[in-house]
Structures are given as structure tokens and as C-alpha cells.
């Protein structure tokens, strides 16, 4: 009778709860509206896909960084990114997908009156930490932005100044934090970074504020050494901190990665590491070589920057980097290892910069599955220890960072844009006006439906280019 009574309760509960026709109506695969928990759950996988894509429609910036390179399709290492819209590709899913989502899970939390208020701040607060992070992702590829008249009825949003935007980030990051309980509940499992440990959130948010406090130095030094020396203590202190997005085996959840380059997925063929990395890790005898690439021959060979390369000959992204399963990184130990080095080369604050130096090159190997004895040979060579490599501290510190934001293109390009380091050559035959871009151009629907606005933001800056840059990089 237990069994029969499995499959006939749900039909009770069905009868008794209908109160008309238009009751059976409704699509319970598709709700009208959903909870707070799934909306933030959905923008957060959003801003990490976007973010972590190798998809040339719409993330570029490895090509960009020389991390990696093209067999056949030279465009995009070429930064020919308006065949295929990459800007327009890169913009909507972040305001539509990742912003729009949070706003309505913010506003389902205000109004949920079934949890305590303890949780629902730790809630808040995880949603703001996020939108943030999403926000200077816009600024530091744009600049002047839709900000303050973003996602409301206002059809024609005026562009907000960059640097203004900031300033009010660094605030929130600040609110956030203070409506955080360490010990109570957040989101549980549908905090896909941290599974509801609100504690781990606090370490992301005071790194998050390292991130745009050092992105600001050479903008406002003083703003800059004030967040530093506030954050730092609290920031992340381990790899087990790392804002890591742990993806799944199964599509649509797998590691986006995979499903441009791993043969369960696809079938193409067009990805290989670039020559100027591969070249860099050679000549330091990088122990994380084995974890980045194949090899062809025993050898490491990377392809030329724009070149026509053949995908047999040269070395490709490791089995690990394009397993299903392998996470994402948003923020990592060894960037906020880095970050606390500069700080200490710039204002000599923060410690000793050789030390801060060799710990973020030590958690970066260790992350990568490297032990303390790769670490110790590594750091022991003359052009690896910060006392006698090459060059001053921007590139002693650029050089190193660029590869350990080794699949973190985008982090890459911006850290690259910020330190002027390594120095890259253009890629062969790159379009005009021939050099890596330091920017992206606003999309061509916000011309089309907000060409006022856009124009403005572009006078402002000197001309809607790839030459112009954002606020912050001055150098």
C-alpha cells in the first residue's frame, strides 16, 4: 500500500489545490518567477563562462596575452574582433545575464520573509561581491560605462565616468563586508564558489578590494596604499581560499573550455600555445610547463602570433586545463601574493616584496601540482629571484604575474595593461592600427540605440578606439 500511495497523493494534492481550469495552465518546467538562490546560482556560472571562454565570439584575450595562438583563423590573434561582434558578445551577456540576474535576486532577498535577517544580509552581501566584480569587469574593458541608469526602464542610459564608478565600487565592496555574519548562513549550496561559507566571502571581498585598489596606483596612489593596508590582513592567505568555480563532467555545466578544445565536444582543431609564453617558460625551465602543455617530441613548442601555425607541430592546452571538470579561477592566492609584492616595491609597505614575490610564484605552482622542491629549484635560478632577474620591479613582477595568470587571459591583458609588462611585439599582420588593443570598442547596438550617450563617453576619452585607454592606465 506505501508504493500506491507514492503515486496517488501527488494526484490529491494536485485536485484539492486546483481551484479552476486555468490552475492546470501552468508550466512547471518554466516558473513565472523563481527564488533569489537560482538567479544568483545562474549569474555567477554566467560571469565565470564569460570570463574563462576560449571562444573566439566572444573571449579573445589569450590570443591577446600570447598565452595561446591560432592554426587557421587568424583574426582574432590578429585583434580583428569586429567580424564576429566580440564586443557586442562580451557586453550583453554581463548586463543582461550576469547584472539583471543579481539585481532581481537582490530584490527577492529584500523580500523574503522566510529567512532571518542574518541570513538575508550574508545573502545581500554575496550578491554585491559579484555584482562588483562584474562592474569593474565592464570599467576595465570599456571605461566610461552605463552605470547609475543600467538595468532600469531608462531606454537611452547615460555613461557613467569610470573612475566615478570605482570609487562607488570600493564603497560597496565596504558595505558588503559590513552586513557579512562569518558564522551564519548565506546561500548554502547554491553558492557555487564558497557553498554558503560566509567567512570565505569576506577573504574574497577584502582581495576583491586589493585588486582595485592596486588597478587604481597609478591613478590615486593614496586611495590605493589606504585599501592595501586595510585589506591585506584579511585577504586570502592559501590556495584553499581561491575564488574557484568548480565546473562538472556534464554538459551545459563542464568547463567551457572543454567545449572548445576537448574531443568530447568538439571536433575543431585551432587552438595551440603561443610562441612568446611557451618561449619564456622554456628559458626559466618552468615547472609548470607539463600542467600547461602537451609536448611534441619531448619538446614545448609554441606557434607565431598570427601566423598560420599547424597544429601538429606544436604544443597544446594540457589535458588538465581542458578536462570537463577542471575549475575556474576568479581570484587566486597567488594574485593577491603578487598584489602585496608590488606594494611593497612601490611605498615599501606590506613586508618584504622578495618575500610576497616568492610566495605568489610558490602558490602558483603548488596550485598547478608542482611541490616544494620545483618551488625551491625554480626561485633558486639568477633570472627567477627577485634579487637578480632582469629588470625593474614592474617587470620582474609583470613578467611573473603574466604567467601565472597562465588560462586567466582576461586577468592577463588587464594586468599587462596596467604593469606595460612582458613586453609583447603585435601580432604578424595585425590589423590597423597594428597594435595589442587596449581596449575594447563599445558594441555597435549601444551606437545604434544610445548613439548620443556613446559618442559622448567616446569624446571624452579621445575616440571609441583600441589606441585610447581607460582611466587607470596611464603608463
Known sequence: MKKIFVYIAPLVLLTSCAKNLDDYNVDQKSPAEVSQAPLFSNALKELTDDVTSPSVNINVFRFWMQQWTATTYQDEPRYNFVTRNIPQRFWEP?????LHDLKQSAAYTREDLEIEEEQKNNQLAAIEIVSVYAWATLVNTWGDIPYTEALSDIGQPKYDDAATIYDD??????????????????????????GGNMA?????????????????????????????????????SSNADNAAFAYVSASPNNNPVSNNLNSQFTSRQD?????????????????????????VGGEYV?????SSNQYSTNSKPSDKVIAPDFEALLLDYSEVEFILAEASARWN??????????????????????????????????????????????EKIGTQKWLALYNRGFDAWNEWKRLDYPKLEPAFRAVDPGIIPNRLTY??????????????????????????????DVN
Do not use: M
Request: aromatic share 10%.
Open 94 to 98: 554581463l548586463y543582461q545575464e550576469v
Open 169 to 194: 565600487l570600493l564603497t560597496r565592496l565596504d558595505a558588503a563586508i559590513a552586513l557579512i555574519d562569518p558564522q551564519g548562513a548565506g546561500f548554502g549550496s547554491a553558492d557555487l564558489l564558497y
Open 200 to 236: 570565505a566571502w569576506v577573504k574574497f571581498a577584502h582581495s576583491l578590494k586589493l585588486r582595485l585598489a592596486i588597478t587604481l596606483a597609478d591613478v590615486d596612489e593614496a586611495k590605493a596604499r589606504e585599501i592595501i593596508t586595510a585589506s591585506a590582513a584579511s585577504a586570502f
Open 271 to 295: 587552438y595551440v600555445a603561443g610562441g612568446p609564453f611557451i618561449n619564456v617558460l622554456n628559458t626559466l625551465n618552468d615547472p609548470r610547463r607539463p600542467q600547461f602543455f602537451t609536448t
Open 302 to 306: 609554441g606557434g607565431g602570433i598570427g
Open 349 to 394: 609597505i606590506q613586508g618584504s616584496v622578495t618575500d610576497h614575490y616568492n610566495k605568489a610564484i610558490e602558490a602558483s605552482i603548488l596550485y598547478w601540482g608542482g611541490d616544494d622542491r620545483d618551488v625551491a629549484a625554480y626561485l633558486a635560478q639568477p633570472s627567477v629571484a627577485y634579487a637578480t632577474a632582469a629588470g625593474d620591479w614592474k
Open 443 to 472: 558594441p555597435i547596438s549601444e551606437r545604434t540605440l544610445n548613439g548620443d550617450n556613446v559618442n559622448a563617453a567616446a569624446s571624452k576619452l579621445g575616440a571609441d578606439d583600441v589606441v585610447h585607454k581607460v582611466f587607470w
